[in-house]
């Protein structure tokens, strides 16, 4: 009874919170500086052509009413037509969400392959001449390096020196796996390296908070070896902070594909939205926005469930609220 109240309660609060983003972001697109009518036909544009534009794609019609129908279509699955391109919106993000979807999974699995390690490695030498110096700068630095920055650097420096690595295209993986996985390394790169250093943070505070524990201590004393305590100690204790970041993260690299996937040139849900901001293309930003909501609404869901999982003291079923 108390997880079939905790899955209607977490239903309520994600269909709130998708209405909210989608008020937000209707009202948002509407206020940007120039309009579509602006975009489309210039600056010289008269008023006569500018209406007749705006009554074409019912731009015209209040803002509220704009909105109902947006909403109501939404509702039955339909995200409206594209602007610019005539497609249905949709069907444009479906195509586009692979692409988008290997770029995250492959930051994800950087971001736990190197950042869990490198927090651990750091944590348990952080005593004074263990090494974890090194880890923390790398840290740091990963956290202050825009990925704007970073993406641009990395293809200024693999264009110029060809070195080895595709930048600029992109081939589907059904065409040719070797080719697109050699053309999503480097963007894949670029968009981890912000989460590898949160992650390796994360990590490090976390086991450093279970080495001091007694049962650590007890291992110690029996004579353990110090990656066997690792392995059978610390790493589950210190699993629920870390599985809860990656999780957060994996939503957060969705919203810095957007950055990433434009700089690459790559075509993904990002870059799409991108341009349609720049075009003023109102269902494509709208439909975009909402997405990139609800599939963080579904990662936290996730995680509460995987963390019940870990430690089911702070699960659903032991009352726990979020």
């Known amino acids: 009874m108390r997880l079939l109240m905790w899955w209607a309660g977490r239903a309520l609060s994600s269909a709130a919170t998708l209405l909210g983003v989608s008020v937000l972001i209707f009202a948002a697109v509407r206020l940007m500086p120039g309009g579509f009518a602006e975009t489309v036909l210039g600056p010289f544009a008269t008023a006569e052509q500018k209406a007749e534009l705006a009554a074409r794609y019912g731009l015209d019609q209040p803002v509220f009413m704009q909105y109902g129908h947006w909403l109501a279509a939404v509702g039955g699955g339909d995200f409206g037509i594209s602007m610019i391109s005539r497609q249905p919106v949709g069907a444009e993000l479906l195509a586009r969400l692979p692409v988008t979807g290997e770029l995250t999974v492959l930051a994800v699995l950087a971001s736990a392959l190197a950042g869990v390690p490198l927090g651990v490695l750091t944590a348990v030498r952080a005593r004074p001449g263990g090494g974890g110096a090194a880890g923390r700068l790398i840290s740091g630095l990963g956290v202050s390096v825009p990925e704007f920055v970073l993406g641009s650097l990395v293809v200024f420096v693999f264009s110029r020196y060809a070195l ?154 032991a009352g726990r609220r979020s």
Do not use: C, K
């Open 164 to 317: 080895g690595l595709e930048v600029g295209t992109w081939v589907p993986f059904t065409q040719d796996p070797a080719a697109n996985l050699a053309t999503m390394v480097l963007p894949a790169a670029v968009l981890s390296v912000f989460a590898v250093s949160v992650t390796a943070r994360t990590t490090r505070d976390a086991v450093l908070g279970v080495l001091v524990e007694p049962y650590v201590t007890a291992a110690v004393g029996r004579g353990e070896s110090p990656w066997f305590i690792v392995r059978h100690h610390i790493l589950r204790n210190a699993a629920t902070p870390v599985v809860t970041l990656l999780g957060t993260i994996t939503a957060y690299l969705l919203g810095g594909a957007l950055i990433v996937e434009h700089v690459f040139n790559l075509p993904g849900v990002g870059s799409y939205v991108v341009q349609a901001v720049g075009r003023r293309d109102y269902a494509v930003v709208q439909a975009g926005v909402l997405l990139a909501a609800a599939v963080f609404i579904v990662m936290n869901v996730l995680i509460d469930l995987l963390v019940g999982v870990l430690d089911p003291r702070l699960g659903v079923l």
